[in-house]
């Protein structure tokens, strides 16, 4: 049935074409709007059949499934002439088991696994390093039944994929980024954020030279609350530590994408305390200013119907750009974004 319904999709987003031959026409260009344009559904799809496939097993962490899933996203990088930023051809920052078992109850039985890095050097700013992230597993196979986690995250994942290659794209034609990103998918996300814990505990670049973290879980689906206007996506954290984050965001959706910015979930006493309970956590503790884009949950959530024929791959297109546009301004502004807030906090207690 999914083969049937995945030709269905080929056969829909077929005349959007692959959306990688860039216009050779250099003047008067918006170099955002170029490059996001490469990030298209028919891509975004391609990935995520075969990411949240049964092939995949799931992706629980440290399983057989989990090394496809790291393989898969290595490989691209490779294809792409992404760099790593640990040695070359060495993606993978490994996580031995009893780090695992001593950070969480849920990670007690829990087999080595691995972050996933890929690296863009920035032209004019290298040191100054943009994290966006996604988590790359799921919650594996239970009672005989895959849960393919296609949105949760699978959705994250692919996005960051082609985010990575239309920077890629536009550092070979020379158009930056002038600070660094960090195309960064962490494992564990499921077991208690441990993939995102363990970067923090051991980054591979001092916090310090870290702008901000651009977290994508679950952008591919549309909840109850929205559907009847799906062209909406939540922020959550943008505004907790820096303002001029928070507005640079507001100010870019206006400009190019043009989507719903549904902030329910940023309030304070949100019961569901999303804040949280993704990998940008991680990275707040420490002072980074953050952005959590969420779908919120459906029906499918965390069940084996999550699969990748119920996703809405233009929406998922739109987030995709929306997260890519908003990394393409913090990464080649001229000033760093700053934890503005935190600052007036300080001033306060003087």
Not at 51 to 59: K, L
Not at 276 to 286: I, P, V
Request: charged residues 30%.
């Amino acid at each position: 049935m999914k083969n049937i319904v995945y030709i269905f999709f080929l056969a829909f987003v077929f005349a959007c074409g692959s959306g990688k031959d860039v216009s050779k026409n250099e003047e008067n260009i918006d170099y955002a709007v170029k490059y996001a344009n490469t990030i298209t559904a028919k891509d975004l799809g391609n990935h995520l059949f075969t990411y949240a496939s049964d092939e995949f097993e799931g992706r629980d962490t440290g399983t057989p499934g989990q090394k496809k899933a790291v393989n898969y996203l290595k490989d691209f990088y490779v294809g792409q002439g992404i760099g790593s930023p640990i040695a070359e051809g060495d993606y993978f920052q490994e996580i031995k088991n009893e780090w695992f078992a001593k950070n969480s109850r849920r990670g007690r039985n829990l087999k080595d696994s691995e972050n996933v890095l890929a690296f863009i050097k920035g032209t004019d700013k290298p040191d100054e390093v943009i994290v966006i992230s996604a988590h790359l597993d799921h919650v594996g196979v239970r009672n005989e039944k895959v849960y393919n986690g296609a949105d949760d995250d699978g959705s994250g994942s692919v996005a960051l994929l082609e985010i990575a290659e239309a920077f890629k794209m536009a550092a070979d034609a020379g158009k930056g980024p002038k600070r660094s990103i960090l195309f960064l998918h962490v494992t564990g996300e499921e077991r208690g954020l441990l993939g995102s814990k363990f970067y923090t505990e051991n980054p591979i670049f001092p916090l310090e030279n870290t702008v901000c973290n651009l977290n994508i879980d679950m952008i591919g689906r549309v909840d109850q609350r929205n559907k009847e206007n799906p062209n909406y996506v939540y922020l959550i954290g943008s505004d907790k530590l820096s303002m001029e984050l928070h507005n640079l965001s507001e100010a870019i959706n206006k400009k190019y994408t043009k989507i719903k910015l549904d902030y329910k979930y940023n309030d304070e006493n949100d019961p569901n305390r999303f804040y949280y309970r993704s990998d940008h956590y991680n990275f707040a503790k420490h002072n980074i200013p953050i952005i959590f884009y969420f779908n919120g949950t459906h029906v499918d959530y965390h069940k084996d119907t999550d699969t990748p024929d119920k996703i809405y791959y233009e929406l998922l297109q739109n987030r995709a750009r929306l997260v890519f546009h908003t990394a393409w301004e913090v990464a080649n502004r001229e000033g760093r974004i700053t934890a503005d807030k935190l600052e007036e906090k300080k001033e306060e207690t003087k």
